[in-house]
């Protein structure tokens, strides 16, 4: 009794020390708390984005924040050493007169001018406003994670390597072969991919922009995941006049697309069942997108170096609560199932197949669109 005694008494204090060593700083207002002083600055920088910049809603500039994270982050090749390009370090943005001469990085020229000026208003680095922007973006869209801050990245010193950024016509070996020199396998590839269901596009179609992925583009769920498969939803040649589109075939009365790569990895033998294990499973996709990101967001840095200042992303939206389902109009027979595992049983929409009109000039929030 007395050893035992003795042993919770340990615990105990072990417990308190371990407490009263984590001591919070008070930041200048009073507002916030948090576990380091450099990260005040981003506590202030998140209320302007979400009051100034993304009006609190899962918009198309968050969207385009978001991915803006991957293509900044992505220009790094362990095969090719810093020259080619140091990862998560701004330098899409502090250089992107050079980058933005990769047609890869077609619309993300609206993400960096809506950004760049906040590198004036606040003592932070291009590197770290572009992934604390993107985790804050994604936090406006109900279902997505509380993704990782880790503050500290050094601005870029040179221009990332041209041809860096996958296409979305490009073969898939390609593609996993680019992201492997990246640091990424074909799953942590799928699992960045969720991004996908918030995602739309304003270059891929000509003469149409904020066109969606899926039939909920306001909705961090795993629509997409499903949707991708279905019969009918692979991407067409592109029309004439269209040489850089990545055309719809079904749902294109609703107003989306897919893109060839979505397809191509959806069915490819090495992430199919990663892919499909994602279908109606909110928490394993979340989980997935959070690590991901995590792993994205310090590609090219030490994150042992970095500060966590996780505190400052505002706490996301939560899940809307409805399981995946076939859009109305589709069900079942139009599974085109590339992994031998058993396929979620899921319901389907009742009624007319559901419309998403087109949103002029990329202005895209929850008012003027249907989520």
């Known amino acids: 009794m007395v050893f035992k005694l003795s042993v919770a008494l340990l615990a105990l204090a072990a417990t308190s020390v371990s407490a009263a060593a984590v001591k919070r700083v008070s930041c200048p207002g009073g507002k916030h708390t948090t576990t380091n002083e450099a990260c005040c600055v981003f506590f202030d920088l998140a209320e302007e984005l979400q009051n100034n910049k993304f009006d609190n809603e899962c918009s198309e500039d968050a969207h385009e924040a978001l991915r803006l994270t991957f293509h900044d982050a992505i220009g790094f090749s362990k095969s090719g050493g810093p020259s080619k390009g140091t990862g998560a370090d701004g330098s899409i943005m502090i250089f992107n007169d050079t980058e933005l001469q990769d047609p890869a990085n077609n619309g993300v020229d609206g993400a960096i001018d809506n950004l760049k000026p ?32 880790l503050a500290g990245r050094p601005n870029a010193t040179h221009p990332a390597a041209l041809g860096l950024v996958p296409k979305p016509e490009d073969n898939v070996n390609k593609i996993f072969a680019r992201m492997a020199d990246a640091g990424f396998s074909p799953t942590d590839l799928v699992n960045l991919l969720a991004s996908h269901t918030v995602a739309r596009s304003d270059t891929l179609i000509l003469n149409r922009e904020a066109v969606p992925f899926d039939s909920t583009p306001f909705t961090f769920d795993s629509q997409v995941f499903l949707e991708v498969l279905l019969k009918g939803n692979e991407t067409l040649p592109p029309a004439a006049g269209e040489a850089d589109a990545q055309v719809p075939n079904a749902l294109a009365a609703q107003g989306e697309m897919r893109l060839q790569s979505d397809f191509a990895i959806a069915h490819d033998t090495q992430t199919a069942c990663a892919w499909q ?44 609560g409805k399981a995946t389902t076939f859009p109305a109009g589709t069900g079942p027979k139009l ?26 000039n990329g202005d895209t929030n929850i008012d003027d669109c249907p989520s």
């Open 118 to 149: 906040l590198l004036q208003q606040f003592k932070v680095t291009a590197g770290d406003l572009i992934q604390f922007a993107g985790a804050v973006a994604v936090s406006n869209c109900p279902g997505a994670p509380r993704l990782q801050f």
């Open 277 to 320: 294990e994602m279908i109606n499973n909110q928490q394993l996709m979340m989980n997935n997108f959070k690590n991901a990101m995590a792993k994205l967001a310090v590609t090219g840095h030490d994150a042992s170096k970095l500060i966590d200042c996780s505190d400052a992303v505002p706490i996301p939206k939560p899940p809307v």
């Open 335 to 360: 599974v085109q199932q590339s992994c031998p595992k058993p396929f979620p049983v899921l319901k389907t929409d009742p009624g007319a197949p559901t419309t998403i009109p087109e949103c002029i």
